[in-house]
């Protein structure tokens, strides 16, 4: 009896994080130095992630001049970096990722790592060449 009740009140705490959904610390591939913090949401069944802090105080100002459309010139501070995904499986996909500076958009997967619930693979396609990068969880 004891065992149910212990496990009926860690339920929540261990669904919670296993989605993707909340902040995620950025972390640059080169540097390995955390950069940004992201959120990442669900609105209208489709997941979005948008920069909600930047690190390093000189960038926080930044402006998207490599951003096209509406987008171009808007502080990157706000911006909608993840668009349009949808839930595949484990996989969140069948959208994209903006990467404000180098200006090129890519289609992305997001999903957690296997091992490791607390750390987000963020991979970009071109084609059939990708690059991965991980993000930390941050407790809330």
């Not at 130095?33 to 992201?38: D, H, L, M």
């Amino acid at each position: 009896m004891y065992k149910l009740i212990l496990i009926v009140l860690l339920l929540p705490l261990t669904m919670n994080s296993q989605n993707i959904f909340g902040k995620w610390k950025t972390i640059d591939d080169e540097t390995g130095e955390a950069k940004s913090t992201v959120e990442i949401f669900q609105k209208n069944g489709k997941v979005f992630g948008k920069i909600i802090e930047i690190y390093n105080p000189k960038d926080r100002e930044a402006l998207c001049n490599t951003c096209e459309g509406a987008e171009y010139n808007k502080p990157v501070l706000g911006l909608m970096i993840i668009k349009d995904l949808t839930q595949d499986g484990i996989y969140f996909k069948n959208g994209t990722i903006f990467d404000p500076e180098a200006g090129k958009t890519y289609k992305c997967r997001l999903s957690l790592d296997e091992d490791n619930p607390d750390i987000l693979m963020v991979r970009g396609y071109i084609s059939f060449l990708y690059a991965t990068q991980y993000w930390e969880r941050i407790e809330s």
